[in-house]
């Protein structure tokens, strides 16, 4: 009895979703993928009450959802829900680039613009570059302005529709993945000079043409709107 009360306690639902999250932002889990409880239940070694606490907190947060025949599913991907995250991180990072300016460390600076150029150079010399080098650079400049932006509220949404929106991601070309690090710079740029406006511009300008480049796909056939890699 006492076995099973602490393979049901709350610090095994902690790392079930925590877990259950990583393997959907990573793609181990797809979008659209169903979940079966108990296969994941195997998978992540522990037992079905913790698991249906993980899985109810993920359905809450907006990774899973629940159809009414009470199937449980990762929720499935459309160049819309890419573009519609994309709008609300416009209006929400524009803000957090103006409020950051003159607010990141010399050190968070430096920090932020060797993980980018390191990237940028691997680019140019076509070097090969993991995914997770991709969103550590991305992932460094947009949570750190969120962070210095002195607002807990608006960091939070940002972190969340961030780890939504990694469902969502695209493939990204040697091209893109080139001009992502030159606006990143620009963007940080800015921060560093203390030009609120000038960083807040730089992040729309970022965003806008990131949404710039779904514009074909969304206008294409179906079968082109597919998402089949990582985003922005």
Known sequence: MAARAKADSPSLT??????????????ELKAGAILQERRLAKVLDVSRTPLRDALFRLEGEGFVIRHDEGVLQVKPVTLEDYR??????????????RLAAGRLSAATVAHIREKVETLLEDVRHGGEISRQAIEDADNAIHLALAEASGNPLLCELIVSIRQR???????????????TCV????????????????AAQAMEDHLRIIMGDLQPRLNGPRSVRAVTGRGG
Not at 85 to 97: F, G, K, S
Not at 165 to 179: A, E, I, N, V
């Open 84 to 97: 519609d995250a994309l709008r609300v991180r416009i209006l929400l990072e524009t803000e957090t680039a």
């Open 165 to 179: 929106s990694r469902l969502y991601g695209l493939d990204r070309r040697p091209s893109r993945l080139h001009d």
């Open 183 to 198: 606006e990143h710079l620009a963007i940080l740029d800015a921060v560093e000079a203390g030009d609120g406006e000038a």
């Open 14 to 27: 902690s790392i079930a979703y925590r877990r259950l999250r990583d393997m959907m932002l990573s793609g």
